[in-house]
Nanobody, 119 residues
């Protein structure tokens, strides 16, 4: 089991920056991957960015060149640096992680943190 706690959300003006943090309850070294999803009101939850245990990253087209995902294994923490924020980035951001147990992939989710970008 992995508990995930997000922090760093808030209100920011368009063009500003925020850094989200997601701290896991245990070592993240062997997790299959970690990442961030977001969900705006009335919208489906969508992928923002992921990072594998090997450090490979993947981004949604809408955030490429603006957002950066990184991980700090000794701190059991994954970060999402968000620059050049736009009003359409407003959403609840959820941290996610996955591990493999007996060939089954298990997914874990945090409680979410609100990001609001004003125009």
């Amino acid at each position: 089991q992995v508990q995930l706690v997000e922090s760093g959300g808030g209100l920011v003006q368009a063009g500003g920056s925020l850094r989200l943090s997601c701290t896991a309850s245990r070592s993240i070294f062997d997790l299959l991957h970690m990442g961030w999803f977001r969900q705006a009101p009335g919208q489906q939850r969508e992928l923002v960015a992921t990072i594998t245990s090997g450090g490979h990253t993947n981004y949604a087209d809408s955030v490429k060149d603006r957002f950066t995902i990184s991980r700090d294994n000794p701190k059991n923490t994954v970060y999402l640096q968000m620059n050049s924020l736009k009003p359409e980035d407003t959403a609840v951001y959820y941290c996610t992680a996955a591990d493999v147990v007996r060939n089954n992939v298990r997914s874990y989710w945090g409680q979410g943190t609100q990001v609001t970008v004003s125009s």
